[in-house]
């Protein structure tokens, strides 16, 4: 049986992009998001994308999570050329390959953990004891296994981030990529998140991080900093956080 991270070519790349560029047209302006970007994440990486407000991680980010199309260039995600795909297919690879979490947590209102979770199964065509099932994993996964029940309004918003994480993975996604995760959290509660993010990492998932904040940053294996649509720079990182974030946040207090 072939290996869930062996791309169809044979090679080992989760994702390979090649010469990518991305050309918004703003009336009679051309907006230049990406300009020739390339980038290769192999499965189990942790890579941190970095870069200031107009530098392109946005529309980077939307490019690895199929949420959009470059102008040119070449994205294949498991040997799977997406510029190939139409809106069915694109969408079904997205919904089989890749989990997202936003810096929003995006959860219904009225709804219980367990259900939030279940979503993403549903809407694959499981059973519902299938669902139910894969998503009490899910949040046992992620420290929830307690809260199933519980509606975003009974929960912190840690508890509401972790609940947004378990959706995310219960389909078994090959990578995990997360746009801010900690934006709308405080010091504490985003340490306890990115310790999360680590336990994940640490036991086999593939992930990228879209962020600002260098502390966040600092968590994963690899930092790709991008500038005026190029990649700046791509470094393993040296100073990567031996312990996690939140013993240091607990010290501090």
């Given at each position: 049986m072939k290996d869930k991270n062996t791309t169809q070519n044979g090679h080992t790349s989760l994702i390979q992009i090649e010469e990518m560029t991305k050309i918004y047209q703003m009336g009679d302006i051309q907006v230049h998001a990406l300009r020739g970007v390339s980038l290769e994440v192999k499965p189990g990486e942790y890579v941190a994308i970095m870069g200031a407000s107009g530098s392109g991680k946005s529309t980077l980010m939307n490019m690895i999570g199929l949420l959009d199309r470059p102008t040119s260039g070449s994205y294949r995600i498991r040997g799977t050329e997406a510029s190939s795909l139409?809106?069915?297919?694109?969408?079904?690879?997205?919904?089989?390959?890749?989990g997202f979490v936003f810096q929003q947590f995006n959860l219904l209102a009225r709804v219980s953990a367990r259900r939030?979770?279940?979503?993403?199964?549903?809407?694959?065509?499981?059973?519902?004891?299938?669902?139910?099932?894969?998503?009490?994993?899910?949040l046992e996964r992620v420290g929830l296994a307690d809260r199933a029940n519980h509606r975003p309004d009974e929960l912190s918003g840690g508890q509401q981030q972790r609940v947004?994480?378990?959706?995310?993975?219960?389909?078994?996604?090959?990578?995990?990529?997360?746009?801010?995760?900690t934006g709308a959290l405080d010091t504490k509660t985003g340490a306890e998140v990115m310790a999360l993010f680590e336990e994940l990492h640490a036991q086999g998932l593939t992930i990228i991080v879209v962020t600002h904040d260098a502390q966040v940053a600092q968590h994963a294996q690899r930092v790709v900093t991008l500038s005026d649509g190029l990649i700046l720079s791509d470094k393993r990182n040296g100073h990567k956080l031996v312990r996690p974030m939140l013993e240091l946040v607990n010290e501090s207090h």
């Open positions: 139409g809106k069915s297919k694109l969408a079904d690879l997205r919904n089989r390959e890749i939030q979770v279940e979503l993403p199964l549903f809407y694959a065509g499981l059973s519902g004891r299938q669902q139910r099932e894969l998503a009490l994993a899910a947004a994480i378990a959706r995310a993975l219960v389909n078994k996604p090959s990578l995990l990529l997360a746009d801010e995760p």
